[in-house]
């Protein structure tokens, strides 16, 4: 497992392990959020041994599940929050990424970062974010 780093502040992976954690402390992330419901697909290690191994580090762990293609204005404003009160560099995580690195967009956008630019760090990480900046540009507008 590798972080793609996006800020200096903040990366996204794809599902931690435990002993991804060790490694994501050791690379001296200070926070960890997890974009992921338990139960999500078999085999998927439960949010509460990663929570455990990360607070063995001394890790903050914010635990903001958002079912896949169903993210809100809720889990936006809840990310920002944990975003805003994290200590950093801050580690998002779900399956793949995606949903991660979408809400960081939308807070990002929704604190006054430019759409383009939203995409543009996202494209660095290997994501698509044309949907979200989409998204901010019609709320700007409006």
Known sequence: M???????????????TADDVDMMAAAGFKTIICNRPDGESHGQPLRAE???????HDMVFKYIPVVSGQ?????????TEALDEAPKPVLAYCRSGTRSIQLWGLASGLKGMAP????RLGAQAGYDLNGVAGWLA????G
Not at 5 to 15: I, K, L, N, R, W
Not at 50 to 56: F, L, P
Not at 116 to 119: A, H, K, L, P
């Open 116 to 119: 383009e630019e939203v995409v």
């Open 138 to 141: 019609q709320q700007s507008e």
């Open 50 to 56: 990663i929570q455990a191994v990360a607070e063995d």
């Open 2 to 16: 590798k972080a793609k780093q996006v800020t200096d502040d903040f990366a996204v992976a794809e599902q931690l």
């Open 71 to 79: 993210l809100s204005l809720e889990d936006v404003a809840a990310f």
